[in-house]
């Protein structure tokens, strides 16, 4: 099993900057890829951005401006989000996926961006 924290949500203006962090904990050696998933209301949740130990996937949205990280020595993933734009508003889930496939998921962290 793998426990994880998400933390660094907020509301901030268009063109504004956010880093949403999520440490992981549990079964961290069983982890493979680490991501970032969104879900606006009314909407299906979509991806955002994963990495694994050798590449980074972004969506289309959100290339150029959010950046995903990952600190191996704190277990933890990032999220850099830049020049954030009022359509970027949703709810923010972490994701990781082990070796045998499972995936899991943090709480969600709440962003918001005013025009």
């Known amino acids: 099993q793998v426990q994880l924290m998400e933390s660094g949500g907020g509301l901030v203006q268009a063109g504004g900057s956010l880093r949403l962090s999520c440490a992981a904990s549990g079964d961290i050696r069983s982890i493979n890829a680490m991501g970032w998933y969104r879900q606006a209301p009314g909407k299906q949740r979509e991806l955002v951005a994963t990495?694994?130990?050798?590449?980074?996937n972004y969506a289309d949205s959100v290339k150029g401006r959010f950046t995903i990280s990952r600190d191996n020595a704190k277990n933890t993933v990032y999220l850099q989000m830049n020049s954030l734009k009022p359509e970027d508003t949703a709810d923010y889930y972490c994701?990781?996926?082990?070796?045998?496939?499972?995936?899991?998921w943090g709480q969600g962290t709440q962003v918001t961006v005013s025009s």
């Open positions: 990495i694994t130990s050798g590449s980074t």
């Open positions: 994701n990781v996926m082990n070796r045998f496939g499972v995936t899991f």
